[in-house]
């Protein structure tokens, strides 16, 4: 029963943030919920952390692989952070409809 826990626990919980990480797609891109994906990104951190622990005493490299994608997920959370904090009227038109004045997110040329 143990060694079943042992390698699926940091599976399930390797799944779990990358289930968190296509979520963050979804709420911050396409709702343009900036205060969610704030605190969806926060969890997120977190997952990944317990990840990188549970993983290394299974395998190290795998562990060690997942640390640019742990500094990613720390910078992605500073620019949400950043957007959500320059757009204060986001949540206003979220939840009204209203026209925004400053929309950030569309004003981003790719």
Known sequence: SSGINAEYGPL?????????????????????????ALIEMVALFFLLC?????FYPVNRTAAGLLLPY???IVFAT?????LWRLNPVAATVAATGAPQV???LESIEL
Do not use: K, P, R, Y
């Open 12 to 36: 399930a919980v390797f799944w779990t943030q990358l289930i968190f990480n296509f979520a963050w797609v979804f709420i911050f891109g396409m709702a343009h919920e900036l205060g969610w």
């Open 50 to 54: 317990a990840t990188i622990i549970l």
């Open 102 to 104: 400053v929309d950030v």
């Open 78 to 82: 500073a620019l949400n952070f950043s």
């Open 70 to 72: 742990l500094a990613w």
